[in-house]
């Protein structure tokens, strides 16, 4: 889709021709390393205007600075987080909740769910985690040696844990699969289509929770109360789509990146093999080293940022894949130092909206590493073939074929 023109208020100084997802090194690619090309932005002033920075080819600023980064999210009285996007590819304006709500409404319904999500509910979870992730890696054991990590453990493994806070069975799982795939990373066609299945299937399933409770995520949810009265249908739908889309591709694409990058570093993998102690800290320098979501805000007023004339109604783009490669924030930040202490990245965001899900990413990914390298020998990538990368609103990685002797 072609750009918007650059509005009268940028300086043409300021405009950048840069974009997450046509840039060169964002395009799909075999062994593509998009957080490497956007590392290069910090030779770039730290803020700067881009023309094409959105999927529907809106511009945004972008703010380089890890510092600037955190400033922005954490001022939600000026740059708001309401911007339907979700809903809007659907000609319609609700939000993802509490994703897309401004304080304070937000932080009513960041407090109904903190609970569902907090450290101790998660290690309630984690038997069942381990168990899912041992029982696709001894199939894929039994089976070969080699898989397609993506298809035969990322995606199975992480989607089936959403599926189960859900209350929903894996019978299902490849179909919302595809949905996710479609809705992040498919053209305006195949993105509408899947925003119309999603909406469709949690519309239908908050209806038979609403006659059968079932002790799941949604039976809370419609039987759940805010400043005293029952949510609307429409909060139950934000509250659902958010859950079905931030548990379709992130973890997965997490442990994606993180075994490719193994499969190509020996000296790591041997380290976490030989001591597995250190796979929590190095999950950490991972999700630094390849975060994979952009998020935006938009100005609520006019307001002049480090010399950037922002005007209410601006996108601005707080990209997690550059301000965890800033120089300022991280020594060589561009070295992946899986012992690599006060890791203050931002992979689940900042500020009032940081991540409602990231205890439960967290253990999935560690657990994930911690029985993959168990139990899987020297893995590296299978000769003759090559991971496709590609940038976008989210980062993906996928056909990781790995081999082992």
């Avoid at 840039?23 to 490497?36: C, K, L, T, V, Y």
């Avoid at 069942?128 to 054991?141: F, K, N």
């Avoid at 119309?196 to 929770?209: Q, S, T």
Wanted: charged share 25%.
């Amino acid at each position: 889709m072609a750009c918007k023109p650059v509005p009268d208020h940028v300086p043409p100084e300021m405009v950048k021709d840069f974009s997450l997802f046509t840039s060169p090194g964002m395009e799909r690619m075999p062994n593509g390393d998009p957080h490497a090309a956007v590392a290069c932005l910090h030779d770039a002033p730290p803020i700067f205007y881009s023309p094409n920075n959105t999927r529907d080819g809106r511009g945004t600023w972008v703010i380089t600075r890890a510092k600037d980064q955190r400033r922005v999210l954490q001022d939600t009285a000026t740059f708001s987080s309401h911007r339907s996007i979700f809903a809007s590819a659907l000609g319609e304006n609700w939000p993802m909740i509490p994703l897309e709500l401004d304080p304070p409404a937000h932080g009513v319904f960041r407090s109904l769910l903190n609970p569902l999500f907090s450290p101790k509910r998660v290690m309630v979870l984690e038997p069942v985690i381990r168990e899912r992730a041992i029982t696709l890696i001894d199939r894929i054991l039994a089976a070969s040696t080699s898989c397609d990590v993506m298809k035969d453990f990322a995606f199975p493994f992480a989607v089936s844990i959403f599926l189960g806070f859900l209350g929903l069975s894996d019978k299902e799982r490849d179909t919302f699969v595809g949905w996710g795939r479609d809705l992040l990373h498919g053209e305006n066609v195949k993105r509408t289509a899947a925003a119309l299945a999603i909406v469709g299937f949690i519309d239908e399933l908050a209806a038979m929770r609403r006659k059968e409770p079932a002790g799941d995520f949604m039976s809370f949810a419609v039987g759940a109360q805010v400043n005293g009265r029952p949510l609307t249908d429409e909060e139950v739908r934000g509250i659902g789509v958010l859950l079905f889309v931030a548990g379709l591709d992130t973890v997965a694409t997490a442990i994606g990146f993180d075994l490719a990058h193994l499969a190509r570093n020996l000296k790591d993998q041997q380290l976490l093999r030989s001591e597995p102690d250190r796979i929590g800290l190095a999950s950490e320098e991972l999700l630094r080293a390849y975060s994979t979501v952009q998020m935006i805000r938009v100005a609520t007023k006019d307001i002049d940022f480090d010399g950037a004339p922002i005007r209410k109604g601006d996108y601005i783009s707080c990209a997690t894949m550059i301000a965890n490669r800033d120089p300022e924030e991280f020594d060589c930040p561009n070295t992946i130092d899986l012992a690599r202490e006060d890791n203050r990245h931002t992979a689940f965001a900042h500020g009032p909206h940081r991540c409602l899900g990231s205890h439960l990413a967290r253990r999935e990914i560690v657990i994930g590493l911690e029985e993959w390298l168990s139990r899987i020998p020297d893995f590296r990538i299978k000769g003759g073939t090559a991971p496709i990368t590609f940038g976008g609103h989210v980062f993906g990685i996928e056909n990781l074929i790995l081999e082992w002797s």
